[in-house]
Each structure stands twice: as C-alpha cells, then as structure tokens.
C-alpha cells in the first residue's frame, strides 16, 4: 500500500507545482477582446491591409456622435459646448460639428500655396491664351451671385486658383446646419464628427476618449436631462464589445457554476465530493488559458467564455470517478482499472478532434482548439492520478443507483425507439441536404458581438454625416514618400476619368494636399519669370474689360511661388489637411502607403470591375474592397474549419480503427455522434438559425463529449449489460454538460450563442442516440 | 356670415383707403410692407449691371427672380453664362455648370445682408428688414425710394448701404452700393405671377 501512496503523494506535488506555473502564466498574460482573434496568421497584402486599416485606419478612429432629444437650439448649443472643450483635448485629433474652426486657417494655407497645389496650373494655362480664358472665367464669375466673395482675390489671382482648390475641398456632401450646428437629415438629432488620436484597437484609449465626451456632454452649460448622448464607431464597437464579452463571460461562469454546483450536491449529497469534483475542472481551467497564453501571447475574451462552458465538460471526469466506482479506496483502483481506459479513449478522440482546430488560420478557432485540448488533458490527468488519492479514507457520496436502476430499465426499452430514431434521423438528413445552400453564414458581420441596435444606430449616423465608410480603397505602395505620392498622382487622373464618366462620385488623395515634389516643381515651372508673364498678361487682357495694371500683385505673387520652397508634410499643421494627409499616407514597416477612399454615386454600389481594369496596368496599386475581402476572410475561414472538422472526424474514426481494429464496432460507436450532429444541424436549420464558426466548434464539442457516452455504451461481449451506476454517471455527466452550455444559448454575444444552442442539446441528442443505438445485451433481449 | 364676411369688408376698406391715400399722403414704412406682403410669390426678370473698379465696363448679367413668401427666393442667371442661386431659410445654394455650392448664411454674414435685404423686402417683413438695417423711406405710393444702411459694422464694412426703389406695390430696382465705392444696379421687371 505505501507504494501507491507514495506515488499519489508525488502526484499530488507535481500538480500543486503545475498549477502555480499556470497561475503565473496566467497572472502575466494579456487579455483581449479585439478583433485580434478574427485576424488572419499569414495574410495577404489585401488582408494585411483590411488588418491595418480595421487597428489604426482612418475609419478606425472615428467616433460619431448623435445629441438627441430636448429642442434643436438646445442641441446645437450642447454641440458647440462640447466641441469647444474637447477641441482643447489632446485625445482628440479632430472635433467636427460644422463650425467653421479652421477655415481661416486652412484659406490662408491654400491662398499662400496655390501655385504648388492648384491642379489646373500648367504652362498652358499662362501663356497668353490660356490667361485669357481665365480671366474671362474670373469676370464672369465677378458677375455671379458669389461674384462678392471672390472679387477681392481677383489683383492676387486672377487665373482662380483658389476657387479651384475651395472647390475641390467642398466636393464632399456635408452634414446640414440647424442653429449653427451639423444635424440630421430629419432635424431631429445634432451630430458630431471625433477623430481620436489613438488608434482604433487600442481599446483603453478609445474607452478614455468615450468618457472624455461624456462628461463634456453631462458637464456641458446647456446639459438638461431631456438630451440624450449617443456614440458609434469602430472604437465604440470594441468598448461596448469588451464591456458586453466581459459581462457576459464573468456572469455566464458564475451562473454555471452555481448551477453546476447545485446539481452535483444534489446528486452528492455532500461538499467535500463537490469541492473534490472541482478539483480537475480548475485545474483543466488554468491549464487551458496558460496553454493558450504561451501559445499565443494573448487570451480572447471569447476563449474565455468558451472556457466558462468547457466547465461543464471536465467536471464529466471527476463525476464519472465517483459515481461508477463504489464507496471505497480500494475500488477506486478498480474504477481505474476497468473505467479509466474508455475514458482515456474519449479524451483521445477529444483531443483528435480538437487538434484539427489547432491548424486553423484563424487565430480564435485555434485558441479554442488549445485551450480545449490542454483544459480536457488536465481535468483528466488530475481525475486520474491525483483525484483518487486525495480522497479520504471513508469518501462516499449519496447513494445513487435508484437512478442508476430506472436508467436501466429505460434503456432497455430504448430499443422500441430505433424505428421513429431512424425516421427523424432520415427527416433531419433531408432537412440539411434541401437546406445546404443556406446552412451557413458566411459574412463575417456574424460573428460581431456588436448588437443589431447598434448597428443600425452606426448606420443612420454614417449616412446623416457622410462619414466616409471606406469601403473602396485604392492603396499605392512604394519604397518612399516622393514614389508613393507620384503614383497616387497618376491613380488620381485615372479616377477622374472615372468621376465624369458618373461611376464615382469621388475620391480623396493625400496628393491633392501634399502633391509631390515633382508635381510642386512641374507647377512652379509653368509659371514664367516675370517679364515674360507680364508681356503675356497685356495680350491676355485684350477684349476683356480689364487692365493689365490691376493685376500686378499676381505678377509679384507668381514670382514669389517661383522660388518658394516646395511643401512637405509639416507645413500643413495646425490645417485641417494635415488630418487628411495623415490618414491617408502611412509609413509602415519601412514602407510607404497612400490610401486613395472612393466615394460611391449616390445609391448605387461601385461597379469594381471597370476601376480594378483601368488601375491593373499599374504596379503596386491595389483596389481593396473592405467588405469583400473581409467576407471573403472569414468565408475562407469557415470553409477551412469545414475541412479541419471533416479531418478531424477522419483522425477520430482512425484512433478507433487502431484501438478496436473493428471497422463495425467503430460504426458503432460514430453513428450516434453523427446522428446527433445531423439532427442538431437540421434544428438549427428549421429554426432559421444560419450556422456560423462557432456552431461548427460546437459540432465538434458534441462528437468529443459525446465519444463518452459512446464508448460506455459500447461492449466487446454483449452479454454484459452496462451497470445502473455508470448510466447514472453518464446522465449526470451530459447534465452538467447542459447546464455549463445551455446558458451560453441565452448570451447576446453571438459566437457564444452559437456554441450554446449547439452543444447542449447536441449533447443530450448523443446520449440518447448512444442509448437508442446501443447494442442490446442478450439478457435484456432475450427476457424483452 | 356677417361673421365670416367681416374680415374680408375690413380688407377691402383698408386697401381702398390706401389707394385713395397714395396719389398725396407721404408713405409710411408699415404701409409699404403691408402692401408688399400681399404678394406671396411673385416671378420676374431681371438684368443687373456691376460696376466694378477693377474693370473698365460693367458686367451685364440678366435672368429670372422667383419668390415665395416667406423665406425662399430664387436668382436664375441665364446671361452671360447660366448659374443660380437659391436662398431657402437659412441655406443658401449656389449652382454654376456642374459645381453646386450650399452655404449657411450666418457663416457668410457680408452676402446674407445683401440677399436678406431683398428677400425681406419682399417679404414686406420689416421686422427682418430692422434687425439688418437701419430703414429710410421716401416718396409716395405712387413711387417710393427705400435706403437700407447695415447696422451691423461687419456688413457695413462690405455693404454701404442698399437703395430699393419701387412703384405702388412692387420693387423696381435694387442699388447695392459697396463699401469699396463698386456698386451693382438691379432692374427688375414683373412677369405674369406662375401659379
């Protein structure tokens, strides 16, 4: 006896020592709840892109803000307050609610540079005929309505250049003006637009920025309980998302917990049984997420809810160690002996089933799929060897063979049901062929956890403001800033052939605020020297009611912008190009990116083909559709995992074939698994439930729990009927199971709903059909 | 329906004595913008000559004027090239070719004065006309001179001042004197009123 016991003491020494390394795994580890999990391993230049863009992009770091309620000068007084003081804050980059802020600023900015940034300067446009038309232009644009505001522009610029630029700039549909501030289109909502200085993914920043704006709105003078604040934007979708997963997860735990609890103190009748029960399940716990950790540097909040349910199913273990073996030490050994090896057996096909998620490209399902295998091996490990020893001496739990008995006779009856079983199996079967073309969902908006009121809220808010939704992107690469911006040039003519042909309504550059240094040169070179300019100007004027005279501040302007220097990025601060440029040219890993946003005609979708065609002679230029690619994404990702399952269906039924070398018996035991997978398919089908990733995790959850059952159902020598007490084990154990998923069927975080509704009743389904399918000893058939 | 026929006697009366008053009594300001209230929309046309220092002739533009009462009226520019401009409340929209321009008219406080006065002059609604401008009216009905001059120095320091002149109940022309000594003539002439 001291052998053993040395030995369990040994145990019992090394798990204290693995789980004080997983708590100091786990105390260092970061936890995040970001798109991170979504993103691919290895992505394309698309890919990387769409990851770029959706961390630190330009739409990432937009908030757009909505002040409803109370009346419309009310709202448009809480704009300003809140503008005014958040302008001052250095969180954000930009606060817009239609008050002219910068426009001095940025008319100075165009005024003094418009010779290097007006695209119609070229040195037709200054010879004499070319100065002629414009200033024909300019008179009759003297005559205009807007004829006032330009006149005083006229001496310094007669060619228009300005009004060229302010053009430009204004092309953009701009919000209307209630009381001095933007409002929606219906009037009944004052918006604002916030660019956060930080980026987009960085969770903390984005919350800080929300509360920031917040409390300017409670602290604002004119704050009054009928107005109500409300915010949107990818930084707003990953605060409410984290506080959603967080509240979820921490609640779904305890919940489970309790009820997990409750549940096997009612079968134990006693708490040193359940806190010996839950040895394995915090050790499988801890296991996983410090697994999960070393492997990936970081732990998805969704991992850990996954991680919540997964409670449900290591608890199975200590349940099945206590229930199945009688109420002594010495046949706790016996219970190793004869149970331990169908249990090994299930954590094996547990874990082949799992491994395949370890492959995925998608960083979240392979979380799951470590987290899963390193969670199942602990809890097991530790019903195995430490569980038994820790067990006093006169361990019993309440005697519950009652139970165990009525499962007996029920399952001797389950036989009748093979028929009706076969029917609604052939009915599923049917259900999921005619249903297969809408079986899945494969836009990635499904597996957001941002709910659908939120959408639609970010939705009106976007099309009252205009906000861009960069969905169509052109993006140049090159090695430097000059190459970039030169290339941007040459997309920006190509687009504009694609404005006037009407199939864009536009598009943004940084080239049209920061052209290139060759571009700035070839327009300081249109200009002539002087005296040339002034000999053309006195032909120009010829026939026009004008003379020449009045025009001299142009040729001392002219002459100034021929040897101005040329613009670089820093001389747009304090602009509010610079916010523009900003976004749109980004250095990265020691290459250059120029972001060109298309904007699409008014109710019509951007035909990508004719602009990918006009743009393909171009090298590193990309047409990205934002949308597109990540559907496509996630599509390849779910198509995958469909592949990675069936792989890993395959590997199960190879561990059997190797294990029982019965290709019959192996049947045996997959065809309930299958059956419940089909009939739980079908279900989900029938109730419009279009299956995302995580129902296919779940699937995979119902083989490897439902292996268990399976296998105890299985017996080499059919006379042998399976014992009251190892049933009762079994229908404790797919309790618990329930229990721990069922209540992430009610979570309003969409992938873990899906793992609930799939997995608890997938799991009841496998026991049932385990029983139903079973093969019948020859004592119960001969005596039925 | 002594009632209802009331209102409409008291109408009669008052234009009556208005008419009979106009050959001699000078003009009150109340009196014009009573009278110029009584057209809620009214059409026209008219050809406008800029006189601007900066160039030796002035700028003859000509179109059509379209107002509905009370706060949307319409500038069509036909000659010499096409363009408009429509003022909607507070929304001011200018078109020329293909580029459209939409202003707030409190961000442009120099050009709201000007097409404010207008439209209020319109209008009849002196009230708007007062919080603009200081009102001076000479002549009688028959014929009646109208001088805005801005209250406001930041309208003033563009618009000196604005001369409205008028025959009976309609606005013949629009003077708008610049601070920097241009000027701009307006003449406009009724058409058929479209409805």
């Known amino acids: 006896m001291i052998h053993p016991r040395r030995r369990g003491i040994a145990a019992i020494v090394l798990w204290l020592i693995f789980l004080l390394a997983c708590a100091g795994i786990i105390s260092r580890t970061h936890f995040t709840t970001d798109l991170s999990a979504f993103l691919p391993r290895a992505p394309t230049p698309e890919q990387q892109l769409l990851m770029d863009q959706l961390r630190d992009g330009l739409a990432s770091r937009l908030i757009l803000v909505g002040i409803e309620g109370a009346d419309a000068p009310t709202r448009a007084r809480l704009s300003r307050q809140i503008a005014q003081r958040l302008r001052a804050d250095r969180t954000f980059v930009s606060v817009n609610n239609g008050e002219p802020v910068n426009t001095e600023r940025d008319r100075i900015f165009l005024f003094d540079n418009r010779y290097l940034l007006s695209p119609a300067v070229s040195p037709a446009r200054f010879s004499a005929d070319g100065l002629h038309a414009a200033l024909s232009d300019s008179i009759d644009l003297l005559a205009s309505p807007a004829g006032l505001l330009v006149k005083s522009l006229l001496p310094r610029d007669p060619t228009g250049e300005m009004v060229q630029l302010l053009e430009q700039l204004n092309s953009g549909t701009q919000p209307k003006l209630v009381e001095g501030a933007w409002a929606s289109r219906d009037g009944t909502r004052a918006l604002m637009l916030m660019q956060t200085r930080a980026a987009g993914s960085d969770t903390d920043a984005q919350q800080r920025a929300m509360a920031a704006i917040r409390q300017a709105f409670d602290q604002a003078a004119s704050a009054t309980p009928s107005a109500r604040l409300v915010m949107t934007g990818p930084g707003v979708f990953s605060v409410t998302s984290r506080d959603t997963i967080k509240r979820q997860v921490s609640r779904l735990s305890i919940i489970s917990l309790v009820l997990i609890a409750t549940l096997l103190l009612l079968v134990y009748r006693s708490f040193s049984a359940l806190a010996l029960g839950l040895l394995p399940v915090i050790s499988g716990a801890l296991a996983g997420i410090a697994a999960v950790s070393l492997g990936f540097g970081a732990v998805h909040g969704i991992t850990l809810g996954f991680g919540t349910a997964l409670i449900g199913e290591a608890v199975d273990y200590s349940i099945y160690l206590f229930v199945q073996s009688e109420q002594n030490r010495a046949d706790h050994q016996n219970w190793i002996e004869r149970f331990w090896p169908t249990i090994r057996l299930g954590v094996l096909t547990s874990i082949a089933g799992f491994a395949s998620l370890l492959l995925s490209g998608f960083p979240g399902l392979a979380q799951l799929g470590l987290y899963a295998i390193a969670g199942l091996i602990a809890a097991a490990m530790v019903t195995r060897f430490v569980l038994p020893s820790l067990l006093p001496a006169h361990f019993h739990i309440h005697d519950v063979s009652g139970i165990g008995r009525t499962l007996s006779r029920a399952v001797q009856r389950a036989a009748a049901l093979r028929w009706p079983a076969v029917i609604v199996l052939l009915a599923a079967c049917a259900i999921v062929v005619d249903h297969r073309a809408t079986l899945w969902n494969d836009t990635i908006a499904s597996l957001s956890p941002v709910s659908q009121a939120d959408v639609e809220l970010d939705t009106r808010l976007r099309a009252d403001l205009g906000a861009p939704d960069v969905r169509y992107l052109v993006v140049v690469s090159g090695a430097n800033q000059e190459s970039v911006l030169r290339a941007s040039e040459r997309v920006s003519t190509l687009l504009q052939t694609q404005v006037e042909q009407g199939r864009l309504a536009g598009f943004e550059s940084p080239s049209r605020y920061l052209p290139s240094m060759a571009t700035q040169r070839a327009r300081q070179d249109s200009l002539p020297p002087r005296l040339l300019l002034e000999t053309r100007l006195a032909q120009a004027v010829q026939g026009l009611p004008v003379r020449a005279q009045v025009f001299t501040p142009f040729l001392a302007d002219t002459a100034a912008a021929r040897s101005q220097p040329l613009l670089q990025a820093a001389d747009l601060e304090q602009t509010s190009m610079a916010m523009a440029v900003d976004a749109l040219l980004i250095q990265q890993r020691g290459q250059w990116r120029a972001l060109l946003p298309l904007t699409a005609p008014a109710g019509v979708s951007i035909n990508a083909d004719p602009i990918r065609a006009a743009l393909s002679a171009m090298p590193d230029v990309l047409f990205v559709d934002m949308k597109a690619e990540s559907d496509r994404l996630y599509s390849g990702y779910l198509h995958e995992a469909i592949v990675l399952s069936l792989g890993g269906l395959v590997a199960i039924i190879g561990l059997l074939l190797v294990v029982f070398r019965s290709p019959l018996r192996v049947l045996r035991i997959i065809a309930p698994l299958a059956a419940a997978v089909m009939t739980v398919t079908a279900g989900l089908s029938v109730l419009g439930q279009q299956m995302i990733i995580l129902h296919l995790v779940g699937l995979l959850l119902v083989v490897a729990v439902g292996s268990n059952y399976a296998l105890f159902f299985d017996r080499l020598d059919p006379r042998t009927p399976i014992l009251p007490r190892t049933l009762a084990s079994m229908l404790f154990a797919s309790l618990t199971t329930v229990a721990g998923f069922g209540l992430l069927a009610f979570s309003k975080v969409s992938i873990l709903q899906a793992l609930g509704v799939t997995v608890a009743p997938g799991v009841i389904l496998a026991l049932i059909y385990a029983a139903i399918f079973a093969r019948q000893s020859d004592a119960e058939s001969s005596r039925a | ?195």
């Open chain 2, 1 to 195: 329906m002594s009632r209802l026929m009331r209102p409409y006697w008291a109408a009669a009366a008052l234009a009556l004595v208005c008419s009979q008053a106009a050959d001699a009594a000078p003009l009150s300001i109340s009196q014009l913008m009573a009278s110029l209230a009584q057209h809620p929309q009214g059409a026209a046309t008219f050809s406008e000559k800029k006189f601007i220092a900066m160039l030796d002739e002035p700028v003859v533009s000509s179109g059509e004027l379209l107002f509905i009462a009370p706060a949307r009226l319409e500038k069509r520019t036909l000659k010499p090239r096409p363009e408009s401009m429509v003022l909607d409340g507070d929304t001011l929209t200018l078109e020329r070719g293909q580029r459209k321009h939409v202003m707030q008219l409190r961000d442009y406080p120099e050009v709201a004065g000007m097409i404010e006065s207008i439209r209020a002059t319109l209008a009849g609604d002196r009230q708007a006309l007062e919080r603009v401008y200081q009102l001076a009216l000479d002549g009688n009905s028959e014929r009646w001179t109208l001088v805005l001059t801005p209250l406001d120095p930041k309208v003033g320091a563009v618009i000196a001042r604005i001369k409205m002149a008028g025959v009976k109940d309609e606005v013949r022309s629009v003077e708008i004197f610049q601070a920097d000594g241009d000027r701009s003539l307006m003449t406009i002439e009724k058409r058929a009123s479209p409805q």
